[in-house]
């Protein structure tokens, strides 16, 4: 392989990578839908994208890892299929739209691997790092949001049946919220860490705050 295509960092990066982050039901889709549409309306380039389940392999790789199977998935086939996913959605999607200096809003991203694979399954965190340092060529976010809540509520949020993650056990979705506020706690400079059982308002008015702090959002 190429170095470019190896890392497609050494090509230069103009736009800007945010991701969303946290438990099911926590309101990622809700803040995302909200930012896109006030980047919009200010004329900024914004794509709205997720992991996994982007692109034609996304999409299968989604089924696979999302729909209840007759046997269970491997926990490393399931971190296998995560990274096979992110590894497609860097090269595809990601990278073309960072150069193109677009402003990215990125749902679920590397933190979830560490949370949900890591923390929920008990694979090794170093070797998850690494990994995900691998497959993303080492692009990292400008700015991740983590919507915390307690898991009984994300879930309660939840309409319809559940999928194969959000049907997991209390205690697995607990170790997954743990996972993430210790990923808050080593990032802070990165991670915005909000409260997400407060009103969608007060949230969005929270992420639209730290992006202006952070000169990624001007004007009111
Ligand atoms: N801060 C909030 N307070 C109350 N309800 C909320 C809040 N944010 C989102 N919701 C509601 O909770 C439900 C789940 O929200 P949303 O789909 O945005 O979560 P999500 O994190 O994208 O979930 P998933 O992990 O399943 O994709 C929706 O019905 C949404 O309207
Ligand atoms: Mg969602």
């Known amino acids: 392989m190429s170095t470019e295509a190896m890392n497609p960092e050494s090509g230069n990066k103009r736009g800007v990578l945010i991701t969303f982050e946290g438990i099911e039901g926590c309101g990622k889709t809700t803040q995302m839908t909200r930012l896109e549409a006030l980047l919009t309306t200010k004329g900024l380039a914004a794509l709205t994208t997720l992991e996994p389940g982007e692109g034609p392999i996304g999409r299968r790789i989604r089924e696979d890892l999302l ?26 999607i990601l990278t073309p739209a960072l150069r193109a200096g677009k402003i990215v809003l990125c749902d679920r991203y590397t933190d979830s691997t560490v949370a949900y694979q890591g923390y929920g399954r008990g694979i090794d965190l170093k070797k998850i790092q690494d990994l995900n340092a691998f497959v993303t060529r080492g692009l990292t976010p400008d700015i991740t949001f983590l919507l915390d809540c307690p898991p009984e509520v994300g879930l309660k949020r939840i309409r319809g049946d559940l999928d194969r993650m959000e049907s997991q056990d209390m205690a697995f979705h607990r170790r997954v919220r743990a996972g993430y506020l210790a990923l ?33 959002l001007e004007g009111n």
């Open 67 to 92: 729909t209840h199977h007759p046997e269970p998935l491997d926990p490393l086939a399931e971190l296998m299929l995560y990274l096979a996913d992110r590894a497609q959605h860097v090269a595809r």
């Open 184 to 216: 808050a706690k080593k990032f802070p400079d990165r991670i915005v860490l909000c409260d997400a059982t407060r009103p969608v308002e007060n949230v969005f008015r929270k992420v639209t705050a730290a992006l202006r702090d952070r000169g990624l």
